[in-house]
């Protein structure tokens, strides 16, 4: 066997799968529920597969290097990917029955892009992983298309579209950019540097920074996060709003920690005024949400700054600590987002305002989603908490405590929001009293993510001694 | 016991873990199992009392865990003298508030798991002793008041005036939701304040720690200290109801329900007042005594002005709470003296207001909860129906305008003579006008309720204290009494660390060779 | 028993009895047992005094012994304690005495009430004399503040003890309220001691700066409890109260507090003339006034009330005088008539039920003994020469003789006319005269009712007498001398007597009455204060009220709106045109190029 | 032919690609404009190929447009939905989502 | 300096037709005028020593792109008209920022005067071979799985009718096997 297979191991199995799993759907009919809990299982068995294997090492020419980084971001992947497979089997059984598979596959060749981005060490390399990590988001994001109960606005063409449209001129921009920076250092490995930093490998770096930027949903490249969360089907959106970000997190990482780190001169200020924007943005436009899909994407846009702030930070231990934020924010975030689809499968709206009751109706689902909004507004004993502060300890460190009090200023902004759905949870009267049926796989990835939020929220240090070894696998390397 | 402090503080959140497992039709059980969690924690701060070296003073019984070494943030607890006292309060407060909330109906189950969590994270502000932790518990004492409130409470009708009366319509001023939400909001911007003077202390003191005895033996460069105290006085300062950050307060008083207030004016406002001294005063102690007059002024602001806002208003949830704001002014203007005879009349009125007010809550609640009203003057002749009631009504009132022989005076008594001696003496004027404008509101207000012809309408068969309704006003009414004759019981304790921490301050040396 | 064991003995022994009635309420609610607690309590108390007394006659010391009561640095801060000396053990006593003839006297005067309530009027008198003998025994100003202030509340709950009459309740309040007024003074007092001095003793010698201030502060005080001029409004109200009440709080020994003190702190005033001169004034233009008020009352306690103001004036203008043994002496003597007065009237309350002069009339007849406990009671506060009042009075008004001013002198003798004059309009109008119909069906108490007036009898006749001993005790010097000044005032009370006789035999009315109606239906000081309240305090309150939620939470209420506002506004940026959005990117692709390389 | 001409060439079509993506209304056109941009990266990494040597950038244009291409079916795809969905293919139709 | 012919006039055709891309009415005329911008931009590739990039950008791009593009238009036109319309909207906008666009761009490039004095050897389509299969051999393959998606994705997208579920056979199959038995 070929040394450097053996690092690509995981992604092999992953991208196979998606072979599989069409090919299951294609020759055998096999049932798309069947298919769904084939794709959980197999995620489920690679994951822990990522335990036992050892993948770390280097594949000629220095395109791809693997190491503990690169597992970490993995296995983040692969929690996501199987969450937001779990989540989505029933709401595909009930709503796109006669594609399911495609769906699958779909989800599993950008959980593929996903897993090479942050081992990618070559400009060819980390574009191609990129763009296969976005381009089945397009369709993903269009998959109600037409379909659906009269009732519902028809908003998949839509959210397809918006995605589309921002990433495909985002992707122009990065394109251009990096024929710039390519161009003035003559080399497509992320390293290199240009003899001489001209103005032109500066706009290039930038334009790259703004095309990267799309896939995190940082501000000014936000404006599909809303239209796309609130067109798309909630339990992708769910895996949307985080994995992406996750691997927008370790494209970013990557670009502008290996090669450009000594040039934070160039990129810093632009990172530290998209991340202040994207908190003030984030959580201004929260504010007068109603539907509690777009409320989330907002907020995600404002938890995007924050950990912008770390990566802007341009140390091993902000690395780090962004790290543990998205990891967090990764159970966070799609827990919320599965709560808010079992209710809206109930009730029958993503408003705010049909959350009422909620708590009555299904005390865990109301408990569960209250630990999440905590988390995301940052209150002590869960997790989010843990990670807003080390990324502001991180930041502060930096030298960028403006920020940081500019962060800590509009977290309050977020909380009023947080607490408005809270209140809707648990104050407002539902009109409905009837408890809430959510499928298995829905059930099942709230109570995953329910557990590490309070779980890494009571004793975060093993997650945060994984994301310093991982960064600082990271660091010493570049 | 090396525990004991550990233990004392998650008594109550592992009772609320048991509550979890009590099915919420078992009301007696979820009941009986928040008492056990609350007196256990009573029995907890008691022990530590007793193993308490008064003469010894300083920080005892210290118990570590490090959570997140890297940081330099450790689970720390210790109690210094201070923190005695106030883990007594506590633990008496919370003891009393279950029984008080005996008669919860309304989801009761989360009610009293939120309680036991809110209590838990009281005891943990007390006795930590790393500040990030201090800050941990800080926030999980402020948080479930919001659903507290929100789910709770009660709402009321408050009419729109005033130059912003427009902005009374999107809010819903008077509803319990936005109490709920003021409250919460306004003290999460005092913790966003606290945050950023946290980082500000961690990042110079040169070994990158929380720990509170390494900050304390920190020599922080004066230009930090003028920025912190200032975070910390406003940050703490907004949830021990300075002005003009106190406004969440009567609404949230107001509206939340009995046991709630009285662990949210009784125990909470003191981890405020608690904060600004602990950690304004002891940790930046130059810029403190550069702010100390600006301190004191605007205690004395609160004082007086808290009075008459109480004097002002007809609804008697909203006179007890305005009357807080007017007290905590007292325990702000007896940290602004920084001498010993001030600050051991901050923590000792800490400790008083605290039962004085619990108690008040928790008659108010009895009334409300048998009239459903709160509106004085529909009230008259109660003490024919509820005499019990009535006495220990007259008790807090006395308590609240400084009478000797309550808690209150004591601790009133220090404060003043604290301000006296300090630096601007002429704070203690206002400060016993306040007192003075205490006795008009607090008697009025008794008077209207309890006394005149013996009521006729629906009124007329109101019951007095019940079976569990009589432990607030038994336990907090002889305590106010205690507490006003025999000082001693506490100020040992108090005075312990108030001598410790004064021993740091250059300040106050000078200040103390100038009086004789 | 050293005499520290029974200065503490009698000064616990009511708070013995006081929580023993309060922690068991059933004891309380019974109503008789509560009496006969709070009765073993005073007798206690009493004994104890009264063994004291023996001791000292036979020699001993005066003691003192004191505890930390508020450390810091474990050095006491403040100090509780006793001390019994010349000026504490005779107050003592007559405040035991006076507690315990009223407390029976109640037993009999309370009896309709049910037994809940007379159980909890014999818990506060308990609590009351405990208070008193706190302020009593107090070593130290702190520890007389804290009596100071308890015996306001046992003032303020007895005042109030018929909560269901709106008058009753709205006096109670007024009481707390002005007497709290004033005692600001004390409060502000004790700080300027505290400051200057680092202690509360009144032996302590500040400078005569401080010590004015601190006297000038502690009279404010003074004013208050003692009801002088122009805070003494809530005496009259307070006779809301039961009489009994009355007799002992706002008559005998609470009211006289505030001229306790000044005896107790004479030290202190020595250093400050100014204050004294202050006093002087205030005390003569109270006894006047009040004197000219109770003239025209119609309420036979508010007649004795005003009374009692005058004579309060009395004392007050003596310690003005600087002599603060004939204010203590006058206070001894008014402290037994003036129980016995007001029981004597309780007792004809109690067989007329009512307390209007006009519905009384020829109880002479009815109720002989009553009246002449009451003709005793009036003759010594009219100074009558034998009686003791004539003996103290006369004191006063020679204390007063050779100051700068002679005009304190003659209104106090004006006063002393004024006196006679309405102690004969009251016995005028209540025992002679015609029969009333209410008085036709009065008829005399039982020996609880009696016994009291008999025993209070003998001391408002004779203790004048003891004058002499007292004065030793208290190291002052006292002798009956006859110069102008006695013969003046003896002239001066028959005077005012058979001026009584000649006016209202008849049932004339007094000169002026008119316009002393006017003065008093109008009652100026009354309104200003009233006015003060509304304005002054509710007033302003109803501004901070205001300012509070309206302006301050408007503000706060304003900041979330804009938030708010803010958000709905720039809502509208997000158009969900594709196009708009595509043109975004450009602009942040081109504002970071900017950044980047302008930076 | 200058390596500065190349570049402010490709600006140019950089530029007219974003005006068309900023002011066409229509699905279609708007993807043409997509392509334009992706073009204009196209001739940039010709240029540098050229004045610069090696084989790198010809090869990164290989790879950029396959990528467009994808991109670009995808994008079809999409239209021809948003046309299910309205009849029509004038982009202002998807802005259906709440504000 | 000499001034280079065959550039200007590559240039000038690849911008002039651009702009008719973005602004002909006539949406069949604006896909025509893209061919011819990338039939211009082969030629530029031409010019710049790539011939085996201007093969393949005629071949995927005008034949592929442009074919695609048609295909898109006609089966989206309404069927009511003959001309497909596109409008345009915020021309004064998209104006000031695409030339801010270009204004910047094109002072960057002027700051940064990329002068290259001697053009580099030429680099062969052998040269490009190698390099694809062996420094990007990872890129290419993983862009194979990326084509893959597009295609599964695009097909999923347009197809108006999905397959019948699994488990029950589709009424088409059903009556496909009725006709040949």
């Known amino acids: 066997m070929n040394a450097w297979l053996q690092v690509f191991s995981l992604d092999f199995a992953v991208a196979a799968l998606a072979l599989v799993v069409l090919a ?14 084939l794709t959980a299982g197999v995620l489920a068995s690679v994951l822990v597969a990522s335990f036992f294997v050892d993948t770390s090492g280097v594949v000629p020419h220095g395109v791809y290097e693997s190491g503990a980084w690169v597992v970490f971001f993995k296995r983040l992947f692969l929690v996501a990917g199987l969450l937001g497979v779990m989540g989505s089997i029933d709401w595909l059984e009930e709503r796109t029955p006669r594609r399911q598979a495609e769906y699958y596959a779909l989800m599993l060749f950008s959980l593929t892009g996903m897993m090479l981005v942050p081992g990618a060490r070559d400009w060819v390399l980390l574009l191609v992983a990129f763009e296969l990590m976005g381009i089945p988001l397009y369709v993903l994001a269009a998959w109600a298309k037409t379909d659906g109960p009269a009732t519902e606005p028809k908003l998949g063409p839509e959210a397809g579209l918006k995605l589309f449209v921002t990433g495909v001129a985002s992707s122009a921009f990065t394109l251009f950019g990096l024929a710039l920076v390519i161009g003035e250092t003559g080399s497509t490995a992320l390293s290199a540097l240009p003899v001489q930093l001209t103005p032109l490998h500066t706009t290039g770096m930038l334009m790259v920074i703004g095309g990267l930027g799309f896939k995190l949903g940082a501000v000014p490249f936000h404006m599909w996060v809303p239209d796309t969360y609130q067109g798309a089907p909630t339990p992708f959106v769910a895996f949307l709003s985080v994995a992406p970000k996750a691997g927008g997190l370790a494209a970013f990482s990557v670009v502008m920690l290996s090669g450009w780190a000594q040039h934070v001169a160039v990129w810093g200020p632009a990172l530290a005024v998209i991340a202040g924007a994207s908190m003030v943005v984030g959580n201004v436009f929260a504010l007068p949400q109603t539907d509690a899909r777009r409320l989330l994407g907002f907020s995600g846009v404002a938890q995007i700054g924050a950990v912008l702030l770390a990566i802007a930070a341009n140390t091993q231990e902000g690395l780090a600590m962004a790290l543990f934020f998205i990891s967090t924010y990764v159970f966070t975030n799609l827990g919320a987002f599965l709560v808010v689809h079992a209710a809206a499968q109930s009730s029958g709206g993503h408003e705010v305002s049909m959350l009422a009751g909620l708590s009555r109706r299904s005390p865990w689902l109301g408990a569960a989603l209250l630990v999440f909004l905590l988390s995301l507004a940052g209150i002590p004993f869960v997790v989010g908490f843990w990670a807003k502060l080390f990324v502001f300890l991180a930041a502060w460190r930096a030298g960028l405590s403006g920020l940081v009090i500019l962060a800590v200023v509009v977290a309050v902004l977020g909380l009023f929001y947080y607490l408005s759905v809270a209140r809707s949870t648990f104050m407002a009267e539902g009109t409905s009293s009837e408890p809430i049926r959510a499928g298995l796989g829905v059930r099942l990835s709230i109570v995953v993510c329910l557990l590490a939020v309070v779980g890494l929220g009571l004793w975060p240090r093993p997650l945060v001694d994984e994301a310093t070894r991982a960064a600082s696998a990271f660091m010493q390397k570049h | 016991m090396s525990h004991l402090l550990a233990l004392t503080m998650a008594a109550p959140a592992l009772a609320a873990v048991v509550l979890l497992a009590i099915p919420g039709t078992s009301r007696t059980a979820l009941r009986v199992v928040s008492l056990i969690g609350a007196v256990i924690s009573l029995a907890g701060s008691i022990w530590v009392a007793t193993l308490y070296d008064r003469a010894l003073g300083g920080l005892q019984l210290l118990d570590t865990v490090p959570l997140v070494p890297s940081l330099g943030i450790h689970l720390k607890l210790a109690v210094d ?26 989801r009761d189950k989360e009610f009293f798991l939120l309680l036991l969590v809110l209590v838990s994270g009281v005891y943990g502000v007390f006795i930590s002793q790393d500040l990030f932790i201090f800050f941990l518990f800080y926030e999980i004492a402020v948080l479930p008041m919001y659903l507290l409130i929100g789910i709770w409470g009660s709402s009321h009708k408050v009419p729109s005036a005033g130059p912003f009366g427009f902005t009374w319509k999107r809010f819903e001023v008077g509803s319990r939701e936005y109490a709920a939400m003021k409250l919460t909001l306004m003290l999460l911007v005092g913790s966003a304040a606290i945050l950023v003077a946290m980082f500000l202390l961690w990042s110079n003191s040169g070994a990158r720690t929380f720990d509170m005895q390494v900050l304390e033996a920190t020599k922080f460069p004066i230009a930090v200290q003028h920025v912190v105290f200032p975070l910390v006085w406003l940050g703490f ?6 002005f003009p950050f106190h406004t969440w307060s009567p609404d949230g008083h107001a509206s939340a329900p009995t046991a709630v207030s009285m662990l949210h004016a009784g125990v909470l406002m003191k981890l405020g007042a608690f904060g600004v001294l602990r950690i304004g005063m002891v940790l930046v102690p130059d810029a403190a005594a550069w702010w100390a007059p600006i301190v004191g002024a605007v205690a004395v602001v609160n004082v007086l002005y808290g009075a008459l806002c109480a004097a002002s208003q007809k609804d008697l949830k909203y006179i007890v709470a305005y009357s807080s704001v007017s007290h905590m002014g007292v325990v702000m203007l007896g940290i602004a003296t920084m001498n010993a005879a001030g600050w051991n009349g901050a923590v000792y009125q800490m400790v008083a207001h605290g039962i004085m007010t619990g108690l008040f809550f928790a008659l108010v609640g009895l009334v409300y909860e048998r009239a459903h009203t709160r509106t004085i003057a529909k009230m008259g002749g109660f003490a024919h129906v509820m005499p019990v009631v009535a006495g220990f009504f007259t008790l807090a009132c006395l308590s609240s305008l400084g009478l000797p022989g309550t808690a209150g005076f004591v601790a009133e008594f220090m404060v003043f003579a604290g301000a006296a001696k300090g630096a601007s003496p002429w704070w203690a004027i206002p400060g016993v006008l306040g007192a003075f404008v205490t006795a008009v509101y607090v008697l009025r207000a008794c008077k209207t309720i309890f006394w005149g012809p013996a009521p006729v309408d629906e009124f007329a068969h109101l019951q007095d204290v019940q079976r569990t309704e009589w432990a607030a006003p038994l336990v907090l009414g002889s305590l106010l009494v205690v507490f006003g004759f025999w000082p001693k019981l506490l100020l040992d304790f108090i005075d312990a660390a108030s001598q410790g921490y004064l021993g740091r301050l250059p300040i106050v040396a000078l200040a103390q060779a100038v009086t004789p | 028993m050293s005499p520290v064991t029974l200065a503490i003995v009698a000064t616990v022994a009511p708070a013995v009895a006081a929580l023993l009635l309060l922690v068991l309420s059933p004891l309380r609610h019974r109503g008789a047992p509560a009496a006969w607690v709070t009765l073993l309590g005073s007798l206690v108390s009493l004994g104890a005094a009264v063994m004291l007394l023996v001791a000292r006659l036979g020699g001993a010391p005066d003691a003192r012994a004191t505890i930390p009561w508020i450390e810091e640095r474990g050095r006491a801060m403040a100090e509780i304690g006793i001390l019994i000396d010349g000026v504490s053990l005779p107050m003592l006593i007559i405040v035991c005495l006076v507690a315990l003839c009223v407390q029976v006297f109640s037993i009999a005067y309370m009896h309709d009430e049910p037994p809940r309530a007379f159980g909890r009027y014999f818990t506060l008198h308990a609590l009351f004399l405990f208070s008193m003998n706190v302020v009593v025994v107090s070593p130290n100003l702190l520890q007389l503040f804290a009596g100071w202030e308890l015996v306001g509340l046992t003032s303020y709950l007895l005042i109030g003890f018929y909560f269901a009459k709106p008058a009753a309740a709205q006096a109670a309040v007024k009481a707390f309220w002005m007497t709290k007024l004033a005692d600001m003074g004390f409060l502000f007092g004790l700080l300027v001691l505290y400051v200057s001095t680092g202690g509360f003793e009144w032996t302590s010698a500040p400078s005569a700066t401080v010590a004015t201030w601190v006297t000038g502060l502690l009279f404010l005080a003074v004013v208050g409890k003692s009801a002088q001029f122009p805070l003494h409004i809530w005496l009259p109200d307070a006779m809301e109260g039961p009489t009994p009440v009355s007799a002992l709080l706002h008559a005998a020994t609470m009211v006289a507090a505030g001229v306790f003190l000044v005896v107790r702190a004479d030290p202190l005033f020595a250093l400050a003339p100014g204050t004294r001169e202050v006093m002087l004034w205030v005390g003569s233009i109270t006894a006047v006034f009040a004197a000219l008020l109770a003239l025209v009352q119609h309420d036979i306690k508010k007649v004795l009330a005003f009374s009692t103001c005058s004579q309060l004036g009395y004392m007050v203008a003596a310690l003005g005088a600087g002599q603060a043994f004939a204010g203590f002496f006058h206070l001894g003597t008014h402290a037994f008539f003036k129980a016995l007065l007001f029981l004597a009237a309780g007792s004809v309350i109690h067989a007329v039920h009512s307390n209007s002069l006009d519905d009384m009339g020829g109880l002479r007849k009815k109720l002989p003994l009553t009246t002449a406990a009451f003709v005793i009671g009036s003759l010594s506060l009219a100074g009558v020469p034998g009686f003791a009042g004539f003996f103290s009075k006369d004191l006063v008004l020679t204390s007063l003789e050779g100051k700068a001013s002679w005009i304190p002198w003659a209104m106090l003798l004006g006063a002393a006319f004024l006196t006679a004059f309405y102690m004969g309009r009251l016995l005028i109008k209540a025992f002679w005269g015609e029969l009333s119909e209410r008085s036709s069906h009065a008829h005399e108490g039982n020996v609880a009712m009696t016994g009291p007036l008999v025993v209070l009898a003998i001391p408002s006749l004779a203790s004048g007498f003891l004058g002499g001993w007292l004065a030793t005790q208290s190291s ?11 013969v003046l005032a003896s002239v001066m009370s028959l005077a005012g007597l058979g001026a009584a006789i000649l006016v209202f035999r008849k049932g004339g009315q007094a000169p002026f009455t008119h316009v002393l109606e006017k003065l008093d239906t109008f009652s100026v000081v009354d309104r200003t204060w009233a006015g003060a309240y509304r304005i002054g305090l509710l007033g302003v309150a109803s501004l901070a009220g205001w ?12 900041t979330g709106w804009s938030a708010l506002e803010g958000g709905s506004s720039a809502r509208r940026l ?26 | 032919m200058t390596l500065m001409n190349c570049i402010l060439l490709a600006s140019a079509l950089m530029a007219i690609g974003v005006y068309g993506l900023a002011t066409r209304k229509q699905a279609v056109a708007m993807l043409l404009s997509v392509e334009l941009m992706a073009n204009s990266a196209n001739i940039l990494f010709a240029s540098f190929a050229h004045f610069r040597g090696g084989p790198t950038g010809q090869v990164f244009v290989l790879f950029a447009l396959a990528i467009t291409v994808a991109e670009v079916a995808v994008g079809l795809a999409l239209v021809m939905l948003l046309y299910r969905r309205h009849g029509d293919t004038a982009l202002d139709l998807a802005s259906e989502a709440r504000q | 300096m000499n001034f280079d012919f065959g550039f200007a006039i590559v240039a000038a055709v690849i911008v002039v037709s651009a702009l008719f891309v973005v602004r002909a009415a006539n949406l069949i005329h604006a896909v025509l005028w893209l061919g011819v911008t990338l039939l211009g931009t082969a030629a530029l590739y031409a010019q710049l020593n790539a011939p085996f990039l201007a093969g393949v950008q005629v071949l995927t791009y005008v034949g592929g792109v442009v074919t695609l593009m048609i295909f898109g238009v006609m089966v989206t036109r309404r069927h009511d008209g003959i001309d497909v319309v596109a409008q345009t909207e915020g021309a004064d906008r998209g104006f000031i920022f695409a030339s801010a666009l270009f204004v910047v761009l094109a002072l960057v490039t002027w700051k940064s005067a990329p002068h290259v004095p001697n053009p580099a050897p030429v680099a062969s389509s052998a040269d490009i071979a190698r390099a694809l299969l062996g420094e990007y051999l990872i890129g290419f393959e993983v862009l194979s799985l990326l084509l893959l998606a597009a295609i599964v994705g695009a097909v999923v997208l347009v197809r108006r009718r999905d397959p019948e579920p699994a488990g029950e056979p589709s009424p088409a199959a059903a009556a496909v096997s009725e006709v040949n038995p």
């Open chain 1, 24 to 37: 299951l759907d294609a020759f055998l009919r096999i049932p798309g529920r069947v298919l769904g809990w």
């Open chain 3, 547 to 558: 300012i509070d939620r309206y302006l301050i939470d408007g503000l706060i209420n304003f």
């Open chain 2, 81 to 106: 003298g201070w923190g005695v006292a106030l883990l007594l309060l506590t633990g008496v407060i919370i003891v009393t508030g279950v029984l008080a909330s005996w008669s919860v109906a309304k």
């Open chain 2, 237 to 242: 300062g907004t949830l021990a109801g300075v």
């Open chain 3, 574 to 599: 997000q158009t969900g045109l594709v196009r708009d959005y595509a043109l975004l990117v450009t602009v942040g692709v081109l504002v970071l190029v900017l950044i980047g390389v302008l930076r």
């Open chain 3, 476 to 486: 002052a010097q006292y002798e009956l001398h006859l110069g102008l000044t006695p």
